[in-house]
């Protein structure tokens, strides 16, 4: 596979992905919670959320967590990016570039958010968010938080009683807040997972 092609998959990406979390920011406000939804069809929900960490919101406390996690992300695309580039140099099989374009793009996609956001947009909070705010960004470089938007809430049920500790409690499957990138790392991650055969052969 052509590096042209896997770059087609990067950009095709991270455009879907900017777009849509553009289009959220400057048309509606940050949501209260899951039943604030812009759209609700039931077992597919489009609700505006922001994190400040990694994957599920996952954050580095302490003043310069945030910074320790971009760092973190900026690293970790440059090995993705060098492993897609070394992948197409060795003619790997195209599952495995593939799988690697839709994983960099992902990668990428969110870093802009945690990059750029915070200096390109007003906050969300106390109403639609404008783009390059007279007052300033709300936050500064390297403090923006990620766009989240895909709710699949697929159905409800109670955890048995004799689990410790969380026996009886309620529970959403699948409670998660996503946005296009996270979809992509996941997508990518699952098909190499599905064809770790012809991801990588043996000989």
Same mark, same amino acid.
């Given at each position: 596979?052509?590096?042209? +092609?896997? &770059?087609? #998959?990067?950009? /095709?990406?991270? !455009?879907?992905?900017? =777009?849509?979390? @553009?289009?959220?920011?400057?048309? $509606?406000?940050?949501?209260?919670?899951?039943?604030?939804?812009?759209?609700?069809?039931?077992?597919?929900?489009?609700?505006?959320?922001?994190?400040?960490?990694?994957?599920?919101?996952?954050?580095?406390?302490?003043?310069?967590?945030?910074?320790?996690?971009?760092?973190?992300?900026?690293?970790?695309?440059?090995?993705?990016?060098?492993?897609?580039?070394?992948?197409?140099?060795?003619?790997?099989? +195209?599952? &495995?570039? #593939?799988?690697? /374009?839709?994983? !960099?793009?992902?990668? =990428?996609?969110? @870093?802009?958010?945690?990059?750029? $956001?915070?200096?390109?947009?007003?906050?969300?909070?106390?109403?639609?968010?404008?783009?390059?705010?007279?007052?300033?960004?709300?936050?500064?470089?390297?403090?923006?938080?990620?766009?989240?938007?895909?709710?699949?809430?697929?159905?409800?049920?109670?955890?048995?009683?004799?689990?410790?500790?969380?026996?009886?409690?309620?529970?959403?499957?699948?409670?998660?807040?996503?946005?296009?990138?996270?979809?992509?790392?996941? #997508?990518?991650?699952?098909?190499? !997972?599905?064809?770790?055969?012809?991801?990588?052969?043996?000989?």
């Amino acid at each position: 596979m052509k590096l042209s +092609k896997a &770059l087609l #998959i990067v950009f /095709s990406v991270l !455009l879907l992905d900017q =777009i849509s979390k @553009i289009y959220i920011k400057l048309n $509606y406000q940050l949501a209260s919670n899951s039943n604030d939804a812009i759209l609700d069809w039931g077992k597919f929900k489009l609700v505006f959320y922001e994190n400040a960490g990694a994957a599920w919101g996952t954050e580095i406390p302490g003043d310069y967590g945030k910074i320790i996690l971009v760092v973190f992300r900026i690293f970790a695309v440059m090995g993705i990016g060098y492993w897609l580039w070394s992948s197409i140099k060795k003619h790997s099989h +195209k599952i &495995l570039i #593939i799988c690697i /374009s839709l994983i !960099l793009a992902g990668a =990428i996609g969110n @870093i802009i958010d945690s990059v750029f $956001y915070g200096v390109l947009f007003s906050d969300s909070y106390h109403g639609v968010a404008e783009f390059l705010p007279e007052e300033g960004g709300y936050a500064p470089i390297f403090y923006g938080k990620v766009v989240d938007m895909l709710y699949f809430p697929l159905f409800d049920g109670t955890f048995p009683s004799w689990v410790p500790g969380i026996g009886g409690n309620k529970f959403t499957f699948f409670n998660a807040v996503f946005n296009i990138a996270d979809s992509a790392i996941t #997508i990518g991650v699952i098909l190499l !997972l599905l064809f770790s055969k012809k991801a990588f052969p043996k000989n």
